[in-house]
């Protein structure tokens, strides 16, 4: 019976891709192809889809999710609505409203302190500026 079975394969060749056990025996339990897990996984369907439709969309991988999109698209907005409103109210106000506030910008700055020097120094200057200080409190203490 095996010595059939080589014949006939000799015959063949090559050619025939599925395997000859069927015909030879029908009792046999015939093999299943076993299911991916990842693409059985209902996470990687989604994620295949939502790649599937930003690639007909013409969409990049490097694009902003929706989400993203959405509330920067909702910022942009905001910041346009009240630049609107903000020059709608100076439009609105009367010469003599605008000069008191002309006038209370001024007085504002008058009364706001000058500031000093230091408090342009980068972070790294005023950090050493602390660390003396700390340094000379505490020879200080050791001197007593």
Not at 43 to 50: A, I, K, T
Not at 86 to 106: D, G, I, M, S, V
Not at 132 to 141: G, N
Request: with cysteine.
């Amino acid at each position: 019976m095996y010595s059939e079975i080589q014949r006939e394969r000799a015959d063949i060749g090559g050619l025939m891709a599925r395997p000859e056990y069927r015909e030879w025996n029908p009792e046999l339990i015939k093999p299943k192809k076993l299911p991916n897990p990842v693409k059985a996984s209902r996470s990687h369907q989604e994620l295949h889809r939502e790649l599937l439709m930003n690639h007909r969309r013409g969409l990049g991988i490097d694009s902003k999710p929706e989400l993203q999109r959405v509330l920067e698209h909702r910022r942009r907005n905001q910041l346009i609505k009240k630049k609107k409103e903000e020059l709608e109210a100076k439009r609105l106000q009367c010469p003599f409203e605008q000069e008191l506030l002309r006038r209370q910008q001024r007085l504002n700055q008058l009364e706001k302190p000058p500031e000093k020097e230091e408090d342009h120094a980068p972070e790294f200057m005023k950090v050493r500026e602390n660390l003396r200080r700390i340094a000379t409190l505490t020879s200080e203490e050791r001197a007593l």
